[in-house]
């Protein structure tokens, strides 16, 4: 079993910044995969950026630049510059394994307004 726990976030003004942290806990095996979703009011969960356990990174076109993921032992951030309106949603944290196995956080606010 494997627990989730995101922190990290809150209201910010445009142009700001956020940093978001997931920690995991419970049976974590060698290989997998991390991630930061997004779901806005309306709309549907999308993928932001993955994080595998060699290091290899993926991100979502419009935050490529802006958001960087990083992952130090079980603890997974997102460093979110230069935040605009479109990127408030729940921001969900997600832990995959190649051999089953698909785990969620809570999720936590990212809100951008003036």
């Known amino acids: 079993q494997v627990q989730l726990v995101e922190s990290g976030g809150g209201l910010v003004q445009p142009g700001g910044s956020l940093r978001l942290s997931c920690a995991a806990s419970g049976s974590i095996f060698s290989f997998f995969t991390m991630g930061w979703y997004r779901q806005a009011l309306g709309k549907q969960r999308e993928l932001v950026a993955t994080i595998n356990s060699y290091g290899g990174t993926t991100y979502k076109a419009s935050v490529k630049g802006r958001f960087t993921i990083s992952r130090d032992n079980n603890t997974m951030y997102l460093q979110m510059n230069s935040l605009e309106p479109e990127d408030t949603a729940v921001y969900f944290c997600?832990?995959?394994?190649?051999?089953?196995?698909?785990?969620w956080g809570q999720g936590t606010q990212v809100t951008v307004s003036s």
């Open positions: 997600n832990l995959l394994f190649p051999g089953g196995g698909n785990y």
